[in-house]
């Protein structure tokens, strides 16, 4: 069985894969706007140190798992640890994978919807932001627009895992990562020759102190999460398919560095063309759908530039959309010994549908309310707020506490031997931040989440 599962075809299509993965809506919508909303430079610094010292573990843990198992998540537990409380933690893995991708494909699809918005011309005259958010709110507010773009992401994203981990997610991140970062370069020297894009650059370089509350911290921390893909085992299922003789540990700091790099490069892009514009960097989750579409209207070339970058954006969401559907057909290949392309087609057609009441909530369902939130929202809090956390702070601890040391440190060590021999501290460093530190912190984050906020 181990010997017919599906390999990665190199070291660096893993890694791609992977940074596909965890560069997505979260690195250049999301991490933005909370950047701007949060003082800039400064949560910059604090979800730095939350990537190093959260992320950066965690990471490695995961990817571990998942390699010496050679299983998707609920495999990966049951190999590790036959005990019904760690198979379901496995699970619930899964069922994030499912909720997330379910309404992450409805954002997508917007992404999309936008390149087609800007190729018939709509993004091109608006005065201010007040008027791009009009045509936002006229565009989520039509049924078809919603639904018929959140199909036509689904269709790709199916399109994409239906061929393999290999022929299908290997070759769609080898093409679509570097087309993205030859994209986030052209938006950039677009931004910093802006007239007034300084102020933009010091926004995200001079940290405000004052700025950081007790709240940006856990929001900092949360964020490390989600941007990094961690806690539903999608770095796991990625590393089941990764050969025993490449570096864990390094691979997962390329990983790091990548996403990381490539938020701090979405972020100069974006706010040097907002300042330049002189609209405000704390716009929230409008930022991208409001704000830009007022700046690209008022640039030379703005059209070019727009088409640009929502073209980025869809290729981003794409690529961690197809590490979300990964997770769910790897269980069902593994465990109940599904084909693929009957698991995309069942398991995918059930989370396109799931969609749907995402994609109404923003117009027809927009009243139907669960405790306060709608659809969308609701299912996003699930995975995003607790699902995630809860995973990541069950993998910390799994690794940290539960596998057995001499195992798991021998499974580290393979194709990774000159690292430990050279750096014989890492060894300890790491096994501290999974124990204590992360838990800890993560608790933190999960029950601010739960609205027990230490905030006061
Ligand atoms: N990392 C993705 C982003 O930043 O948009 C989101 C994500 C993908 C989260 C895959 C979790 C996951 F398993």
């Known amino acids: 069985m181990v010997q017919n599962r599906e390999v990665w075809g190199s070291k660096f299509g893993f890694i791609l894969a992977a940074a596909g993965s965890a560069v997505g809506l979260g ?53 590790l640890s ?48 007040a008027e791009a958010g009009e ?54 020297i677009r931004g910093v020759t802006l007239k007034g894009a300084s102020a933009g650059v010091m926004f995200l370089w001079v940290p405000d102190w004052s700025k950081i509350t007790a709240e940006s911290i856990l929001i900092a921390l949360g964020h490390a999460f989600f941007t990094l893909s961690l806690g539903m085992g999608a770095m796991m299922t990625y590393g089941s398919y990764m050969s025993k003789k490449d570096n864990v540990v390094t691979s997962s700091a390329q ?10 490069m979405a972020g100069l892009a974006i706010f040097t063309a907002v300042f330049a514009s002189g609209l405000d960097p704390a716009a929230g989750p409008g930022l991208i759908f409001q704000t830009l579409p007022a700046v690209f209207s ?20 794409l690529t961690s ?14 465990e109940q010994k599904w084909n693929r392309k009957g698991a995309v087609i069942i398991f995918g057609g059930i989370t396109y549908l799931l969609g749907i009441p ?33 995973g990541g702070l069950m993998i910390a601890v799994f690794a940290g506490w539960v596998w057995s040391r001499t195992e798991m440190m021998a499974a580290a060590k393979e194709g990774a031997e000159r690292l430990f021999e050279t750096y014989p501290w890492f060894e300890g460093i790491w096994l501290m931040f999974l124990k204590f530190i992360a838990p800890v912190l993560i608790a933190l984050v999960l029950l601010n989440k739960l609205g027990f906020s230490i905030t006061g």
């Open 321 to 334: 959309a197809i590490s979300l559907l990964e997770v769910v057909v790897a269980y069902f290949v593994d």
């Open 135 to 188: 045509l936002f709110n006229a565009l989520v507010g039509n049924v078809g627009w919603n639904i018929g773009f959140h199909t036509i992401f689904f269709a790709l994203v199916m399109f994409i895992v239906i061929r393999g981990v290999q022929g299908g997610i290997e070759r769609a991140s080898k093409i679509m990562m570097p087309i993205l970062v030859f994209i986030l370069v052209i938006l950039i």
């Open 82 to 129: 036959h005990n019904k409380f760690w198979i379901s933690i496995g699970f619930l893995g899964v069922l994030a994978g499912f909720l997330i991708l379910s309404f992450y494909s409805v954002i997508g699809g917007w992404t999309i919807g936008y390149v087609i918005e800007t190729l018939k011309g709509s993004i091109s005259s608006f005065n201010d932001p």
């Open 358 to 390: 995402s994609a109404l909530s923003f117009n027809v369902m927009s009243g139907v309310t669960f405790f306060d939130l709608n659809f969308f929202d609701l299912i996003d809090f699930i995975a995003s707020n607790i699902l995630l956390p809860f």
């Open 27 to 79: 690195n250049i919508w999301k991490f933005p706007y909370i950047a701007g909303e949060n003082g800039g430079a400064a949560f910059v610094f604090v979800y730095l140190i939350c990537i190093a010292i959260i992320g950066f573990p965690v990471l490695i843990a995961e990817i571990l798992i998942g390699r010496t198992t050679q299983k998707n998540p609920v495999g990966a537990f049951t190999a």
């Open 298 to 317: 008022s640039m030379t070339g703005g059209t070019f530039f727009s088409l640009l970058f929502f073209l980025l954006l869809a290729i981003a969401a």
């Open 255 to 264: 990983i790091v560095t990548l996403d990381t790099l490539i938020a701090l």
